[in-house]
């Protein structure tokens, strides 16, 4: 697929007190910009820094202003809400988006966008040889290797922020909390097409690394709502009532077992069998069958909430339209 020549480009920039990354990273973007040949502007999003990022910023848009444009948040508010803001405010065809540290090189995005050209609507980058410590790199894998097993999308590093999307994509999905991580398996879910190239990723020179290991843990918690987002949101009761019949299942079977001792002790006048009301298993049989009584009252509600919101044009995701819509007139 040839590359359109009235494409633009936009680059989103999240940051969170990088300022002495900022000009070096400025530089590289505009070189790399330049080589690709096309319309462009870099959006940097000031996430609540408090060092000096927000007098450089200032300084790339007066010396810049026809192509940086900048958002400063009044407070730090995330990740994803920087890159929210970035979208809404972008004004491109194709959507780039990378971290302010050095370590992803803007020198990749002519080969990411040729990817992108090859009829992929995103396009990821995979740090092949991370420069990372331990501590970073062993969670990210078992995190990619959870990930990519679970949703069937085939990306081996979702941690990464260096991507490439077509602006349906951005316009499509909706992130809160800290999805910004999942978006191509939310991408994927409503039918986009989806792609990673490897790239060189670099040492962090300046400023300090934002993300401890709690981020791990927050994403394993954030990836088991995406996994029910897109997976059971649309249909709660299979979840539930799965789960529900389950536990019932195993409380019924313990109780009729109960049963058939209680009926052989006090019908079939068997001495050595204990009475069943002094057994736990009593106990552990009738609340199996309450919970999972329970459990498919939560799926049902579920699908009751479901029906009364219900949106048609939630049910697919429109690639293109092939010809005008024609009304017969009376």
Known sequence: MEPSTSRSLSVVVPLLNEADSLRPLYDRLIDSLVEVGELYEVIFVDDGSTDASSSVLEDLYRIDAEHVRVIQFRRNFGKTAALNAGFAHACGQVIITLDADLQDDP???????????????????????????????????????????????????????????????????????????????????????????????????????????????????????????????????????????????????????????????????????????????????????????QLISIGLLGEMLRYFTFRPTEEYAIRRVLGETRIAGG
């Open 107 to 293: 020198a990749e995005i002519p080969a990411m966008l040729a990817k992108l050209d090859e009829g992929y609507d995103l396009v990821a980058a995979w740090r092949t040889d991370r420069q990372d410590p331990l501590e970073k790199t062993v969670p990210s894998r078992l995190f990619n290797f959870t990930v990519s097993r679970f949703t069937g999308v085939g990306l081996h590093d979702f941690n990464c922020g260096f991507k490439v999307y077509r602006r349906a994509v951005t316009d499509s999905v909706r992130l809160y909390g800290e999805l910004h991580r999942f978006i191509p398996v939310l991408a994927h879910q409503q039918g986009f097409r989806i792609a990673e190239v490897p790239v060189q990723h670099h040492p962090r020179r300046a400023g300090a690394s934002k993300y401890g290991a709690r981020r791990y843990a927050k994403g394993f918690l954030d990836f088991g709502t995406v996994l029910f987002l897109t997976t059971y949101l649309k249909r709660p009761l299979h979840l539930f009532g799965a789960a529900g019949l389950a536990v019932f299942g195993v409380g019924t079977i313990i109780n009729l077992y109960l049963t058939i001792l209680w009926l052989l002790r006090e019908v079939g006048g068997r001495t050595d069998i204990a009475a069943i009301g002094t057994r736990p298993l009593l106990m552990v049989g009738v609340l199996a069958m309450i919970l999972g009584i």
